[in-house]
């Protein structure tokens, strides 16, 4: 069996896509160990184990898996809205428990993962570790505090660029489509990039200083001198439409790197993300922890893909 963490609320979404089963908020089993969109982080081949104290849960665990060599541990818990002690709970609860397994650290080649979904029961996993599970506890990618960003959408795009493992440069040419107030350039100007913000509204005073705004539509806009080196793109549109224009611009080969949202009026239908996902394989779309209802589609090294 393995286990899937994702965001709560899209349990369902994660099952259905999944064709797995929901063990309780954020958390889902299935047989596939695919990619799956809602699926934030994999727990492969892993094994539950019922116990009432901590050190029969260290000893039912150590029974199930064969641990060798250094590893990277993550002891981790899902989030639960409907229940805000329960978290706090067992991540305590957790932690002691991850202290009785510790080994030597330092080594990214193997990833012990203890879940605990509740008080007397676990989720242990054993396996390498890469582009799936992914390097970060519960695949939450940390991001740090900005200040200086025009608002706080800043976080979703800098959470896709540490999935990514790439991120704009001094000199590259970024297109940021739907950019008002700015916080997408804002990540993109920090770096050194040079930034052609297209939108039709007023950008933030320290972002129109130092982009070049261009104000039409987005889907309307065609760069200059293609490929740019980035396409980022956070506009407000039905998906329908917004999964037209992505493939235009990948069609084209406008951008060597993206990062592109679909964003989502309702929960009943996620057809378009798993559509997105089949335009090109370099595509990884994921449903991140600071993503509403709406997925992000993100690739690097695009032209250098067959």
């Not at 008080?119 to 599970?133: I, K, Q, Y």
């Not at 519960?138 to 900005?146: F, I």
């Not at 793109?233 to 998906?239: E, K, T, V």
């Amino acid at each position: 069996m393995n286990v899937f963490l994702c965001s709560t609320g899209f349990e369902a979404a994660l099952a259905e896509e999944s064709g797995g089963s929901i063990v309780c908020p954020g958390v889902v089993a299935a047989e596939r160990t695919d990619d799956f969109v809602f699926a934030r982080q994999i727990l492969p081949d892993a094994r539950r184990v019922h116990a009432e104290s901590i050190r029969k849960l260290t000893e039912a665990a150590l029974a199930q898996i064969k641990i060798s060599g250094p590893f990277e541990l993550h002891a981790i818990v899902p989030d639960d809205p409907a229940d805000p002690n329960l978290p706090g709970e067992l991540a305590r609860r957790v932690a002691l428990l991850g202290e009785q397994l510790r080994r030597k650290k330092g080594s990214e080649d193997r990833l012990l993962q203890l879940l605990l979904w509740a008080r007397d029961d676990l989720f242990v996993s054993f396996s390498p570790m890469g582009h799936w599970p992914v390097p970060w506890p519960g695949g939450r990618a940390l991001v740090a505090d900005d200040w200086e960003a025009p608002s706080s959408a800043f976080r979703k795009l800098e959470e896709a660029l540490a999935w990514l493992g790439k991120a704009p440069r001094a000199g590259d040419r970024c297109v940021d489509l739907g950019a008002a107030p700015g916080g997408w350039s804002h990540v993109a100007l920090k770096r050194g990039a040079q930034v052609i913000a297209v939108d039709r509204a007023d950008l933030a005073p320290r972002i129109a200083k130092r982009a070049q705004h261009v104000r039409r539509d987005g889907f309307s806009y065609v760069p200059e001198s293609p490929p740019v080196d980035w396409l980022l793109c956070d506009i407000i549109a039905a998906p329908e439409k917004s999964l037209g224009l992505l493939e235009k611009w990948l069609a084209s080969g406008w951008a060597r790197n993206l990062v592109f949202h679909l964003k989502f009026k309702g929960r009943k239908s996620y057809a378009l993300a798993y559509q997105a996902r089949a335009l090109h394989p370099a595509l990884r779309v994921k449903h991140l922890v600071h993503d509403r209802n709406e997925v992000t589609v993100m690739a690097r090294d695009l032209l250098d893909s067959p």
